[in-house]
């Protein structure tokens, strides 16, 4: 890729939640080298880039993006043993599709989350009380201050609820390349979340590995939190705010608040933290499901999906700060926004 021939394109093609004026210089990259071509011109010609995958944490400018779009598009599945090596591009559900396929357990609870597998370490994916950082070996990455190839051990990547090395100290500073999961040949699935564990239920207590995926399926499929085309409820980032997690002082807090406004508060115990129901604290803010102003609104079947309905990207920054300052304002606790809002 020495001669760089870059398409324009609307980067609301490549985001789940339809956002995001156009883009000059995009570039597709299928291989590591690829990557490392990209890179080089980057730094050559002294430009600035954005290294998009699957697009479904990501929100770009109404007006575009004046840079490289490098566009992740490596593909393959390695498997040696119990050890699964995944190019970064790989859609992340084709993944668990195959891993449950084969009857390899670990992942399974997390079917039907959008975006691609080298995203995952950097956000810590998780749902249904599974993380990816439980079964990830190693991280493979290109440092894009030295454009060398480098190598992170689970231990390495600093993980901790929804986030990374890669998400906070070294935010940008890596491009995750490959990603080494080591799942479980057993195929024996750890149902940890009530909710999954009620809707296993009608399989009649037969926990496979494939009756939890089709589940988890389902669960996501009525909240419109797998993403589809005729669907404007999945039109989304999926969750937009992180579950707050309280120290003891924090919690007291909150609970003194939630007596004050005469309200069961909605929370559960992390460890010797206290995780908080992002869904609840918006709810009982006033922004209920379906709630919409502007073209921009809360889903109808999930209140941490903040959905495009024909708005534009600065009205959701918009909408979704005000939802920050109401939440706030009621119950003195700061939400954390989970997708990346790039700058144009």
């Not at 708005?311 to 706030?328: C, D, H, N, P, W």
């Given at each position: 890729m020495s001669d760089f021939n870059f398409r324009s394109v609307k980067l609301s093609d490549y985001t789940t939640i339809k956002l995001g004026g156009a883009a000059s210089k995009f570039v597709e990259c299928g291989t590591?080298?690829?990557?490392?071509?990209?890179?080089?011109?980057?730094?050559?010609?002294?430009m600035r880039f954005h290294v998009l995958g699957g697009g479904s944490n990501t929100v770009f400018p109404d007006e575009g993006y004046d840079g490289m779009i490098i566009y992740v598009n490596t593909k393959g599945i390695e498997k040696a043993g119990d050890l699964f090596a995944v190019k970064a591009g790989e859609r992340w559900d084709d993944f668990v599709?195959?891993?449950?396929?084969?009857?390899?357990?670990?992942?399974?609870?997390?079917s039907g989350i959008p975006g691609s597998t080298g995203a995952t370490p950097i956000q810590n994916v998780g749902a249904y009380g599974q993380e990816v950082s439980n079964v990830i070996?190693?991280?493979?990455?290109?440092?894009?201050?030295?454009?060398?190839?480098?190598?992170?051990?689970?231990?390495?990547?600093?993980?901790?609820?929804?986030?990374?090395?890669?998400?906070?100290?070294?935010?940008?500073?890596?491009?995750?390349?490959e990603v080494v999961f080591r799942l479980n040949a057993s195929g024996a699935a750890e149902i940890k979340y009530?909710?999954?564990?009620?809707?296993?239920?009608?399989?009649?207590?037969?926990?496979?590995?494939?009756?939890?995926?089709?589940?988890?399926?389902?669960?996501?499929?009525?909240?419109?939190?797998?993403?589809?085309?005729?669907?404007?409820?999945?039109?989304?980032?999926?969750?937009?705010?992180?579950?707050?997690?309280?120290n003891s002082a924090e919690f007291e807090c909150f609970i003194s608040v939630c007596k004050s406004l005469n309200l069961e508060a909605n929370s559960f115990r992390a460890g010797d933290k206290y995780k908080i129901s992002?869904?609840?604290?918006?709810?009982?803010?006033?922004?209920?499901?379906?709630?919409?102003?502007?073209?921009?609104?809360?889903s109808n079947k999930h209140t941490l999906a903040i959905v495009?309905?024909?708005?534009?990207?600065?009205?959701?920054?918009?909408?979704?700060?005000?939802?920050?300052?109401?939440?706030?304002?009621?119950?003195?606790?700061?939400?954390?926004?989970?997708?990346?809002?790039?700058?144009g």
């Open positions: 590591d080298k690829d990557l490392f071509d990209a890179l080089a011109f980057a730094a050559e010609h002294g599709k195959y891993a449950v396929g084969l009857n390899y357990s670990g992942i399974e609870c997390l070996e190693t991280v493979k990455a290109i440092d894009v201050r030295t454009l060398k190839a480098v190598e992170f051990k689970n231990a390495e990547c600093d993980f901790s609820y929804r986030n990374s090395r890669f998400k906070s100290k070294d935010k940008n500073r890596y491009i995750v390349t009530k909710e999954l564990d009620d809707y296993l239920g009608t399989y009649h207590g037969i926990n496979s590995l494939n009756n939890v995926r089709d589940a988890v399926m389902s669960i996501r499929g009525k909240k419109s939190m797998v993403y589809d085309e005729n669907d404007g409820d999945s039109h989304s980032c999926g969750s937009f705010f992180t579950n707050p997690v309280l992002a869904a609840w604290l918006i709810e009982k803010s006033g922004f209920e499901k379906g709630y919409t102003e502007n073209g921009i609104g809360i495009n309905r024909g708005g534009s990207a600065s009205e959701l920054i918009e909408f979704s700060e005000r939802i920050k300052q109401t939440v706030y304002n009621k119950f003195k606790i700061s939400l954390e926004r989970e997708p990346e809002v790039v700058l």
